[in-house]
């Protein structure tokens, strides 16, 4: 694996490169990093050259007290491409990551060659209660006692996963959002999230340019599956993968059907 600084403004976006091939971007959701890639990647290495970056404002990227919206993650996204040189690059994307790659698609004419989403944030609802609430009350919560904060912490990230994540697999996801800066820049992202972003492209999904695939985790309790069908009959020709057995954090649950969808799907 071969680490990256990429620059966004004043800001430092850590990147990684693997194997060898067309290029194929991997792109994180929230609250989550780079490294939910790790059962992905190896497997796709043999077949592209893998590029992965963590989003402004969380992993190993600078987690800035300024803006880390979606307004911004499509910003980062072409950054990254432009510091690769990557023109078309086939893209997955998770979450969060679905709309940055939509919002780099739609609104700045970015290209690719084949998109791959996985239960994304793309159209409304989206948002939980806990969401909602740490809107209202971002200051409250980044001021919580630690202890507090990582029990809430856990019980949140857990909750993305069907399966259920041991206590070794949770930590690469606690990591990045333990201490002061960490805490505080969690419940800066969440008080940001707003559904202004994915509104201004959903009149223009109809318009992707180029082959786009669902999958979707029939266990999904973040974004139900519901979702996932109203959104494929929105995007042009895009076939739905239901996954038995996974919830919104398909990468753990379910790691061999998203390989052998990329495989199948991204190689054409």
Not at 5 to 23: D, E, K, L, N
Not at 134 to 158: D, K, N, Q, S, T
Not at 204 to 233: E, F, K, N, Y
Request: aromatic letters at 8%.
């Amino acid at each position: 694996m071969r680490a990256s600084t990429v620059r966004f403004g004043p800001h430092r976006i850590a990147a990684w490169s693997m194997g060898q091939g067309p290029g194929l971007l991997l792109v994180h959701g929230t609250p989550f990093s780079a490294h939910v890639w790790h059962r992905i990647t190896p497997h796709l290495a043999p077949h592209f050259t893998v590029h992965s970056f963590d989003l402004l404002g969380y992993g190993q990227s600078d987690m800035p007290d300024a803006d880390v919206s979606l307004g911004v993650q499509n910003g980062v996204l072409g950054a990254v491409m432009d510091h690769f040189g990557l023109n078309r690059p086939s893209v997955i994307a998770h979450d969060f990551g679905g709309a940055t790659a939509l919002r780099a698609h739609l609104r700045d004419g970015r290209d690719y060659a084949r998109l791959l989403l996985i239960d994304p944030v793309a159209i409304r609802p989206w948002g939980s209660p806990f969401v909602a609430h740490v809107r209202r009350h971002e200051a409250a919560f980044a001021g919580l006692p630690p202890y507090i904060h990582a029990a809430i912490l856990a019980a949140y990230l857990r909750g993305a996963s069907h399966r259920g994540l041991t206590d070794t697999g949770l930590t690469p996801y606690l990591d990045p959002w333990t201490g002061a800066k960490g805490q505080e820049a969690f419940y800066r992202q969440i008080a940001q999230m707003d559904p202004v972003h994915t509104d201004e492209i959903e009149p223009l999904l109809g318009t992707v340019r180029c082959p786009v695939r669902l999958l979707w985790g029939v266990r999904d309790d973040w974004i139900p599956l519901a979702d996932g069908r109203r959104l494929a009959a929105m995007l042009p020709d895009c076939p739905l993968t239901e996954v038995a057995g996974a919830g919104h954090l398909m990468q753990e649950d379910a790691p061999e059907a998203i390989v052998g969808a990329a495989l199948e799907f991204l190689r054409h």
